[in-house]
């Protein structure tokens, strides 16, 4: 299929499916015209693809998940394995997001409980002081 089809197909612009192409995630044969030919399976990896950036894997990751030229398909333990890694990546940042969001807060709290007539430079003083615990 042209390349024109294969963007009405998966919802992606040209551009980017040329991007993927030039990048190694897809390919496709050269006609005589130029046209380029996608096969069928381009519609497949092309979703994988989406889905996989989606869920935050980089283009490097995914291109050792996708199939490798002859083969049959995704490597079942190392698809597995990727997607738990990826899990354990994101479980780690959300930690770390709930830690900053808890400091965050506690800084809005010490900016809020602000001493009445406590004037703001004198107020900004006090919360700088008790982020470095003195």
Same mark, same amino acid.
């Given at each position: 299929?042209?390349?024109?089809?294969?963007?009405?197909?998966t919802?992606?612009a040209a551009?980017?499916?040329?991007?993927?192409?030039?990048?190694? %995630?897809?390919? &496709?044969?050269?006609? @005589?015209?130029?046209? +380029?030919?996608?096969? /069928?399976?381009?519609v497949?990896?092309l979703g994988?693809?989406?889905?996989a950036?989606?869920?935050?894997?980089?283009?490097?990751?995914?291109?050792?998940?996708?199939?490798?030229g002859?083969?049959?398909g %995704?490597?079942? &333990?190392?698809?597995? @394995?990727?997607?738990? +890694?990826?899990?354990g /990546?994101?479980?780690?940042?959300?930690?770390?997001?709930?830690?900053?969001?808890?400091?965050?807060l506690?800084?809005?709290?010490s900016?809020?409980?602000?001493p009445?007539?406590?004037?703001?430079?004198?107020?900004?003083?006090?919360?700088m002081?008790?982020?470095?615990?003195g």
């Open positions: 299929m042209k390349i024109g089809e294969l963007a009405s197909r919802g992606l551009s980017r499916i040329r991007f993927y192409e030039a990048s190694g %995630l897809i390919s &496709a044969q050269r006609q @005589a015209n130029g046209y +380029r030919r996608y096969p /069928e399976q381009a497949q990896t994988i693809i989406s889905c950036q989606q869920a935050g894997f980089s283009l490097d990751e995914i291109r050792r998940l996708l199939p490798q002859d083969s049959q %995704l490597a079942h &333990a190392e698809l597995l @394995a990727s997607l738990q +890694r990826k899990v /990546e994101i479980e780690a940042m959300q930690q770390r997001l709930a830690q900053n969001k808890a400091q965050l506690g800084i809005i709290a900016i809020e409980s602000k009445e007539g406590m004037p703001c430079a004198e107020n900004a003083e006090r919360v002081a008790q982020l470095r615990g």
